[in-house]
């Protein structure tokens, strides 16, 4: 019984967690916005855009993700992939909104991994 419990109060702690770092680059994000506006560089914009849509992406996944680190891993990878690959195809075609999607996406993948992912 005490298995249970302590995997349940790890699972809630992850959880806990995982909200409170979302929650924080979703801050930035928005803290951000006005700071890439204000600088007029497509580079800036796409990396709002890339956070804020991996945050979303997140934010929208996270009931079914409690307790359920390989989900989470998934999505992470996912977005680290996608992140990868956009930032390659951006540079070759040099949009640098593009690029600062994909540093955006990347970037929540980054922080979710060392923060969330065991």
Do not use: C, W, Y
């Not at 967690?17 to 916005?33: D, P, S, Y």
């Not at 996608?82 to 390659?88: F, N, R, T």
């Amino acid at each position: 019984m005490s298995d249970m419990t302590d995997s349940n109060a790890t699972g809630e702690h992850n959880r806990h967690k995982l909200v409170e770092v979302v929650t924080a680059l979703g801050n930035r994000a928005g803290e951000m916005h006005l700071e890439a506006v204000m600088s007029g560089q497509p580079f800036d914009a796409g990396l709002v855009e890339g956070m804020s849509h991996a945050v979303e992406l997140i934010e929208s996944e996270l009931d079914s993700l409690t307790g359920d680190d390989s989900k989470l891993e998934k999505i992470v990878s996912s977005l680290g992939n996608a992140a990868q690959s956009g930032s390659q195809e951006a540079r070759e075609a040099g949009d640098a909104f593009s690029r600062g999607v994909a540093a955006g996406a990347g970037h929540v993948a980054e922080v979710l991994q060392e923060e969330v992912l065991p």
